[in-house]
Nanobody, 123 residues
């Protein structure tokens, strides 16, 4: 089993930045591909970004390319999501996920999930 614990969410004004963190435990972190998803009420959970086991490869949703950066520190068993130039459309609950394929957008192909952290961007 893998436990994922997100932090760093909050309220920010449009144009601002936030950094989310996700600490993992229960399994060798470097064996896991990691990702971030987000969800708003009434909508499906959507892929935001993914990073490979080593951190050498990343993938992003088109809506966040150039604004968000995913990174990981295997020594700290933590994955990050740096979010810049935030807009109200980025408001959502953000979930950390762990699995085998860092680039898959399918929620069913991610094995472990965190509880989520709320990000609210005011206009």
């Amino acid at each position: 089993q893998v436990q994922l614990d997100e932090s760093g969410g909050g309220l920010v004004q449009a144009g601002g930045s936030l950094r989310l963190s996700c600490a993992a435990s229960g399994r060798t972190f470097s064996s896991l591909a990691m990702g971030w998803f987000r969800q708003t009420p009434g909508k499906e959970r959507e892929f935001v970004a993914g990073i490979s086991r080593s951190g050498a490869s990343t993938d992003y949703a088109d809506s966040v390319k150039g604004r968000f950066t995913i990174s990981r520190d295997n020594a700290k068993s933590t994955v990050y999501l740096q979010m810049n130039s935030l807009t109200p459309e980025d408001t959502a609950v953000y979930f950390c996920a762990a699995g085998n394929l860092y680039y898959t957008v399918r929620t069913t192909e991610w094995n472990y999930w965190g509880q989520g952290t709320q990000v609210t961007v005011s206009s």
